[in-house]
């Protein structure tokens, strides 16, 4: 709703409209939503006029749409309304659809997450496997022309069954990931995506692509909607950094961090930030890990350590690194610099 509301204010700038065109091309969910609240959005400028006019009067022909449908049959005949009266019949009808339009983006039959902890095996509908990790969440949208899997948060392992038809698309952050079928690592690090193919190839760009992305109907794959140039291939033993809001980086042949480990309960780095790891600590830890002030995460860490040992993690990295464990029972576990 608010990026109706911004648009329609005449205070957008071109800016404003590509950051909308890239937030629709991310989503075909984002797309029908943006679609339901725009024909209440139109719709509700039509209140005060159909105000007037019998619903009796009116045919399921004569009406255009359902959300319009949905407005004349709430009015009743009566004396002209208020303007406040107006928005607050738009408001609240605003809230409904925006209620529903929650509802729909949460639909447990499309998003699958786990807790602290907790490691989840799932069979898509196409038979592609996904292992999720610990404190992870992916939402499907599976049509008939690509197959879409959105990681929100964490790390997820995939095995995707072959259909050259339908294109299989990772997306976090700015980052889309097209395959058709292989074996990949995809981690939703702090400030980036990290990109790991064992198996076969992936092609990775950037929702943001040098070459702009046309508006393009909602049926239409987003993969295709980004010029092929812009692709650039990972295979089997390579790794790809995909920093937010940044070109992507070269693509390395030795991992810095050992992309499957964590399937079998270790977490391996090489030379990797303190950000990173507390990250990936905090996904098995009840207990969360905290680092102040912000640029001792910048520290580099070569480690290795089992899931279910991020307390002998934390006392060994105090040893190695310039840095001080502070706990506070039952809230938090804090690293800060040690003292001179």
Excluded: C
């Excluded at 291939?233 to 809001?245: D, T």
């Excluded at 350590?305 to 938090?332: C, N, W, Y």
Aim: net charge neutral.
């Amino acid at each position: 709703m608010k990026w109706i509301v911004h648009l329609e204010s005449g205070q957008a700038n071109d800016e404003d409209r590509q950051a909308f065109q890239a937030w629709l091309d991310l989503s075909a969910v984002h797309r029908r939503a943006y679609n339901q609240i725009l024909a209440v959005w139109q719709g509700a400028a039509m209140v005060e006029e159909i105000h007037h006019i019998e619903p009796r009067h009116l045919s399921n022909e004569e009406i255009p749409n359902s959300a319009s449908r949905k407005i004349l049959h709430i009015l009743k005949p009566g004396p002209p309304l208020r303007s406040g009266a107006i928005a607050a019949g738009v408001f609240a009808l605003f809230m409904i659809v925006g209620v529903a339009l929650v509802a729909t983006l949460l639909s447990p039959a499309t998003q699958y997450q786990t807790q602290i902890a907790e490691i989840r095996d799932l069979v898509l509908p196409d038979n592609s496997n996904v292992t999720l990790g610990a404190n992870s969440q992916i939402t499907l949208e599976f049509t008939d022309t690509e197959r879409r899997v959105i990681l929100n948060r964490g790390e997820a392992f995939f095995s995707v069954s072959k259909d050259p038809l339908r294109p299989f698309l990772v997306l976090a952050q700015d980052t889309v990931i097209r395959v058709t079928g292989t074996k990949f690592n995809v981690h939703h690090a702090p400030r980036k995506v990290i990109v790991s193919v064992l198996e076969g190839k992936v092609e990775v760009a950037k929702t943001f692509p040098k070459t702009p992305v046309k508006a393009r109907p909602e049926s239409q794959s987003l993969a295709l909607s980004i010029p092929a140039t812009e692709f650039q291939p990972v295979k089997a033993g390579q790794q790809l950094e995909s920093e937010y809001n940044k070109p992507l980086r070269k693509i390395i042949a030795q991992p810095r961090r050992k992309p499957d480990a964590w399937l079998k309960g270790h977490l391996v780095y090489n030379y990797a930030t303190l950000r990173e790891v507390i990250a990936d600590a905090n996904r098995y830890s009840h207990i969360p890990i905290v680092i102040e002030p912000e640029d001792v995460g910048d520290l580099k860490v070569t480690a290795a350590f089992r899931t279910d040992q991020i307390d002998q993690m934390i006392e060994a990295l105090s040893d190695a690194l310039p840095i001080k464990v502070i706990h506070d029972p039952g809230r938090q576990v804090r690293i800060t610099t040690k003292p001179q």
